[in-house]
């Protein structure tokens, strides 16, 4: 943790151990083995949860891709319907 006045590090002790008593992650889970056994497992649950979003993202990305790829062959075919290409222009 670094000194606010000097930018320097400072030095373990009771200023050092009262500021980070101050902050929210201190408040949240305390310390001792089952403060980091919560955080651990907090931490995990939220991996789990972006790699499901991830997942769910890419499916997205893909139906979205198999439909515009369907639609594009789609209008290929009808022009190549409309007009006949393998006959030279009259």
Known sequence: ???EATNEYMPLGDRVIAKLQE???YRKYGTGPEALARFRAESAAFDRDQAKKTKEDAHSTFE???RH?????NKLKMWMARHDWLRPHK
């Open 1 to 3: 943790m670094r000194d």
């Open 23 to 25: 902050m929210e992650t």
């Open 64 to 66: 979205y891709l198999k």
């Open 69 to 73: 790829n369907r639609i594009v062959r």
